[in-house]
Nanobody, 124 residues
Framework: QVQLVESGGGLVQAGGSLRLSCAAS????????MGWFRQAPGKDREFVAA????????YYADSVKGRFTISRDNAKNTAYLQMNSLTPEDTAAYYC?????????????????WGQGTQVTVSS
């Protein structure tokens, strides 16, 4: 059974940065594509970023392109989301996601396992 544990969320001022981590355990985690999603109160969970098994391919939502960077360290079974130039619109619970070995999880229906989420709050 795969377990994904996020950390690194918190309260930050607009323009600031945060780095989220997702520690994975169970199975051969490096064999799977990984992603990040977020959900604001009253809104649907939405795609943020995804990364291929090797880390060679990355995908971003238009709203975060140029500000967020997804990466992974397969030796540590960990994925990261570096978030820069944060705005209040980025306030949400952020969820780590594991997809299939074949496709990056860019939609919620493509996610096999979810983490429990970590809250990011950006003040103006």
């Amino acid at each position: 059974q795969v377990q994904l544990v996020e950390s690194g969320g918190g309260l930050v001022q607009a323009g600031g940065s945060l780095r989220l981590s997702c520690a994975a355990s169970g199975g051969t985690v490096s064999s799977y594509n990984m992603g990040w999603f977020r959900q604001a109160p009253g809104k649907d969970r939405e795609f943020v970023a995804a990364i291929s098994r090797s880390g060679g391919d990355t995908y971003y939502a238009d709203s975060v392109k140029g500000r967020f960077t997804i990466s992974r360290d397969n030796a540590k079974n960990t994925a990261y989301l570096q978030m820069n130039s944060l705005t209040p619109e980025d306030t949400a619970a952020y969820y780590c996601a594991q997809g299939s070995p074949f496709r990056a999880p860019v939609e919620t229906t493509m996610v096999r396992y979810w983490g429990q989420g970590t809250q990011v709050t950006v003040s103006s």
